[in-house]
């Protein structure tokens, strides 16, 4: 049990009231008439009393004791359900289940009324989340800084085996119980208008900017409930509202839609996450989305710094900034602009106090991935903030020029502003230019940024690009997630391992011993039969939990490679139908992955999966040995069923492509086997566990620029490998679309014609190989369980709380702060 007094201190009796009040009183719900949504709703609420007051408690010590903390702004905080984590953090779970038995319901049940909250996608806003988890467990004073989506990214369904896109309502109609606004932090945010010049009382020269528009930005926190401890930490959630009154005169008139007018058009800077920026509408949405998102988290920062009797000049000393990709990187130039325009601060102290209180996290080498924004949208939007990127550029292109006399390229490549028909601004060289720390996210990756990303700056700017390698929390992914596996743990190290995880080395001892092999894997069995059972219950496919589960589970992308397992899983088809001396051990592959709305070929390579899938699940020329499932509108909580139930790992990106990636932690942990490229931190992982205990293969990173540099032709490979050559041509035919031949082969051509841009045809054979080493390897339990009790037990590395220590510790110098 956690120590932290929580459980000691639970009055059964008055939780008991607490839920019977909000049941009534905030649900007019009666025993007789509640619903089990009902019975959820109010337990929620009951249990974020204890939060909010934990929260509001945490707020003022931290406020007294003047204490340095990290402002973590990100687009993406992808936290999960909240409830059952947020009891096994406080130490309740058991007495809420108690007490809600008594009360005549099941927690279990209770708990699968929750929708995940929609406020991220992929894995930097899982990342994020993990983040915040680690902090408040290691009492390392932060607030989060996100948007409160109303439909965060979409709800996923397949129709016909297409994607289709739906509103995500995950807040229902009542509201989410652990949310508590909060009005009176509530922010102004200007947008539009144009800058004027005028001369202040003392005869100055000033600048200051007058507005076309205002919106509000009002706040929403959720808890982020500190594990073994009472420390509760805000993820603050801006909505963004209309702050002009509704016009009656308009309304009076007829004019309905008019009349609110100002009202819709704030609702849509945070109605959707990523709205669908390929035409200008949306282009323009998602930087206001951005914007608002800096201004109003750095003006609650300067709030809370001068509210606890703070001068501005000293707020590097107090709080440091961590830009979550590239995303929130405006807030720069509106620290900036605050600083000159609002305390009237010269450039150079307003630049020293500014660059020391931003660091910045790099989440990606792909060049297209590198936000830039056109500068007449900025300027139109935000003309001071124009104004002060032109000075910063001019600024920083003297040092370059001192630096490298005379060479026009090198500044070309530097520069903030990029040259060309239509000038863009480049956020990322913004961020290294303007912030006190750059890091990447596997020491791979922050290798390749120094090398091959920004080697000039590194160069410049010595120190500045560092690592920090990725982590996940084992409360959640352990702990919460696999609790068979989280007991079996626990009576061989103790209870205290999910906020010390270097303990689950302790397992390393039992890997050879036959008894624990024998308890492990039938752990794994039941997590396979649990994830089994959800999807007969919900997509009505039956599987064999004899065989091996394999997972891949991502944003979908071509980088990621999808469609590499896709061609292996053609290849085990074609060999099953066509090669009578093929033996294959029974295999179901996994899909979980959402495609953005505007990605072509993302949503051909889900159609084409889906389309694979019918046929193989209902042919009985396979015997039954191979199935195909992609679970629709993959999602936290299908993540926490999926990751214990894996046998196998998949994490394919092409090599130097993927930053670090989480998943491929999070299944290790669990005790899947990867099959992955030395590819982010797959590379740190092998190291850990060791050559023998993970499954490598593909081309290096070098082997990888090096092909491309002698002209890569997938043709080649297409014509050397007839089991490549067949699985591609299967894309061609009407096999898997009866009467529509030629319905799949989108991706035949891009592999082909479109010159395989992430060579998975280079890869393919040795994929294929190594996959039949996996097969060849599961057939012996025994030594398949050693490995993946070496997986489980090695895995301490990877915990987020190692990552938050590396950032505080070298990057945000914070000292830990109890409650």
Same mark, same amino acid.
């Given at each position: 049990m956690p120590k932290n007094g929580q459980t000691q201190q639970f009055n059964k009796a008055a939780f008991k009231a607490a839920v019977e009040k909000h049941l009534t009183t905030t649900y007019a719900a009666t025993d007789d008439t509640a619903t089990t949504r009902s019975w959820y709703l109010a337990m929620g609420k009951a249990l974020a009393e204890i939060s909010t007051g934990n929260l509001l408690a945490t707020e003022k010590n931290l406020a007294e004791q003047k204490a340095r903390s990290v402002n973590y702004l990100s687009l993406e905080f992808l936290i999960g359900r909240l409830t059952g984590n947020n009891l096994i953090s406080m130490g309740l779970y058991e007495n809420v289940a108690e007490a809600m038995?008594?009360?005549?319901?099941?927690?279990?049940?209770?708990?699968?009324?929750?929708?995940?909250?929609?406020?991220?996608? +992929?894995?930097?806003?899982?990342?994020?989340?993990?983040?915040?988890?680690?902090?408040?467990a290691q009492e390392y004073p932060a607030v989060g800084y996100g948007l409160h989506y109303e439909y965060g990214l979409f709800r996923q369904s397949f129709v016909d085996g297409r994607q289709v896109e739906a509103p995500d309502a995950w807040r229902g109609i009542e509201g989410y119980p652990w949310e508590v606004l909060r009005p009176e932090l509530a922010q102004e945010v200007s947008l539009y208008g144009h800058v004027e010049a005028y001369t202040d009382e003392n005869g100055v020269e000033c600048r200051r900017w007058v507005p076309g528009m205002t919106v509000e930005g009002v706040a929403w926190d959720l808890p982020i409930v500190g594990y073994d401890n009472k420390s509760v930490y805000p993820l603050r959630l801006w909505e963004c509202r209309s702050n002009a009154p509704f016009n009656l005169a308009r309304f009076n008139d007829g004019d309905y839609v008019g009349a609110q007018y100002s009202a819709l058009e704030a609702g849509n800077v945070t109605k959707v996450l990523y709205p669908n920026d390929n035409h200008d509408q949306g282009k323009a949405l998602r930087l206001m989305q951005q914007y608002f998102h800096c201004a109003c988290s750095v003006a609650d920062i300067l709030r809370r710094h001068e509210a606890a009797g703070n001068t501005i000049e000293s707020l590097a000393e107090l709080e440091t900034i961590q830009l979550n990709d590239t995303h929130p990187?405006?807030?720069?130039?509106?620290?900036?602009?605050?600083?000159?325009?609002?305390?009237?601060?010269?450039?150079?102290?307003?630049?020293?106090?500014?660059?020391?209180?931003?660091?910045?996290?790099?989440?990606?080498?792909?060049?297209?991935?590198?936000?830039?924004?056109?500068?007449?949208?900025?300027?139109?939007?935000?003309?001071?903030?124009?104004?002060?990127?032109?000075?910063?550029?001019?600024?920083?292109?003297?040092?370059?020029?001192?630096t490298w006399p005379g060479n026009n390229e090198v500044k070309r490549k530097l520069s903030i502003i990029q040259e060309g028909p239509h000038r863009m601004v480049r956020m990322a060289n913004l961020c290294v230019v303007s912030t006190y720390a750059?890091?990447?996210?596997?020491?791979?990756?922050?290798?390749?940024?120094?090398?091959?990303?920004?080697?000039?700056?590194?160069?410049?700017?010595?120190?500045?690009?560092?690592?920090?390698?990725?982590?996940?929390?084992?409360?959640?992914?352990?702990?919460?997630?696999?609790?068979?596996?989280?007991?079996?743990?626990?009576?061989?190290?103790?209870?205290?391992?999910?906020?010390?995880?270097?303990?689950? $080395?302790?397992?390393?001892?039992?890997?050879?011993?036959?008894?624990?092999?024998?308890?492990?894997?039938?752990?794994?069995?039941?997590?396979?039969?649990?994830?089994?059972?959800?999807?007969?219950?919900?997509?009505?496919?039956?599987?064999?939990?004899?065989?091996?589960?394999?997972?891949?589970?991502?944003?979908?992308?071509?980088?990621?490679?999808?469609?590499?397992?896709?061609?292996?899983?053609?290849?085990?088809?074609?060999?099953?139908?066509?090669?009578?001396?093929?033996?294959?051990?029974?295999?179901?592959?996994?899909?979980?992955?959402?495609?953005?709305?505007?990605?072509?070929?993302?949503?051909?390579?889900?159609?084409a999966i889906n389309k694979v899938a019918e046929k193989v699940n209902n042919d009985p020329r396979l015997g039954g040995k191979l199935k195909v499932v992609f679970i629709p509108d993959y999602r936290v909580s299908l993540a926490e069923i999926l990751f214990p139930a894996a046998d196998v790992s998949e994490q394919i990106s092409t090599a130097g492509k993927e930053a670090s990636g989480t998943g491929n932690m999070?299944?290790?942990?669990?005790?899947?086997?990867?099959?992955?490229?030395?590819?982010?931190?797959?590379?740190?992982?092998?190291?850990?566990?060791?050559?023998?205990?993970?499954?490598?293969? +593909?081309?290096?990173?070098?082997?990888?620029?090096?092909?491309?540099?002698?002209?890569?032709?997938?043709?080649?490979?297409?014509?050397?490998?007839?089991?490549?050559?067949?699985?591609?041509?299967?894309?061609?035919?009407?096999?898997?679309?009866? +009467?529509?031949?030629?319905?799949?082969?989108?991706?035949?051509?891009?592999?082909?014609? +479109?010159?395989?841009?992430?060579?998975?045809?280079?890869?393919?054979?040795?994929?294929?190989?190594?996959?039949?080493?996996?097969?060849?390897?599961?057939?012996?339990?025994?030594?398949?369980?050693?490995?993946?009790?070496?997986?489980? $037990?090695?895995?301490?590395?990877?915990?987020?709380?190692?990552?938050?220590?590396?950032?505080?510790?070298?990057?945000?110098?914070?000292?830990?702060?109890?409650?």
């Open positions: 038995e008594e009360m005549g319901q099941n927690l279990t049940d209770l708990l699968e009324e929750e929708r995940d909250p929609a406020l991220g996608n +992929g894995g930097l806003g899982r990342l994020a989340a993990c983040f915040m988890d680690s902090l408040a990187t405006i807030a720069i130039p509106e620290l900036m602009r605050i600083l000159l325009d609002e305390y009237k601060l010269g450039w150079d102290k307003a630049w020293e106090i500014s660059s020391k209180t931003f660091a910045y996290t790099n989440h990606t080498l792909l060049p297209e991935a590198l936000e830039t924004w056109s500068e007449a949208l900025i300027q139109q939007m935000l003309p001071r903030h124009m104004e002060i990127i032109f000075e910063i550029n001019h600024r920083f292109m003297k040092l370059v020029e001192q750059v890091n990447g996210v596997a020491a791979l990756h922050s290798e390749l940024v120094k090398r091959d990303l920004f080697p000039e700056f590194n160069e410049l700017f010595p120190g500045r690009l560092t690592n920090v390698t990725n982590g996940v929390t084992p409360r959640r992914w352990i702990k919460y997630c696999n609790p068979g596996l989280s007991a079996l743990i626990s009576e061989k190290v103790g209870n205290d391992w999910p906020a010390n995880l270097e303990k689950i $080395a302790g397992l390393e001892k039992f890997a050879d011993d036959a008894a624990f092999q024998k308890r492990y894997m039938a752990v794994k069995k039941e997590n396979k039969q649990r994830l089994a059972d959800w999807v007969e219950e919900n997509m009505g496919i039956e599987l064999d939990t004899d065989a091996i589960f394999d997972i891949q589970i991502k944003r979908l992308h071509e980088y990621k490679r999808q469609h590499l397992n896709l061609l292996h899983i053609l290849a085990l088809y074609h060999r099953l139908l066509n090669d009578p001396t093929f033996d294959m051990h029974p295999r179901v592959f996994f899909f979980g992955a959402k495609a953005a709305p505007g990605y072509a070929l993302a949503k051909d390579i889900i159609f999070k299944f290790a942990m669990n005790g899947a086997l990867t099959i992955g490229t030395m590819d982010g931190a797959n590379v740190e992982m092998r190291e850990e566990v060791g050559d023998e205990n993970i499954f490598i293969f +593909g081309l290096l990173v070098d082997e990888v620029q090096k092909l491309k540099e002698e002209g890569y032709d997938p043709y080649r490979y297409y014509h050397a490998d007839s089991l490549l050559r067949a699985a591609l041509d299967l894309l061609e035919t009407d096999e898997f679309t009866p +009467g529509n031949p030629g319905q799949l082969a989108a991706i035949r051509h891009n592999l082909l014609d +479109g010159g395989d841009p992430y060579l998975v045809l280079a890869d393919f054979a040795d994929y294929v190989k190594t996959h039949e080493k996996i097969d060849a390897e599961y057939r012996d339990q025994k030594t398949w369980a050693r490995k993946a009790i070496l997986n489980t $037990a090695l895995m301490s590395k990877f915990s987020s709380d190692r990552s938050i220590r590396d950032y505080a510790n070298n990057i945000w110098k914070l000292e830990p702060v109890s409650l």
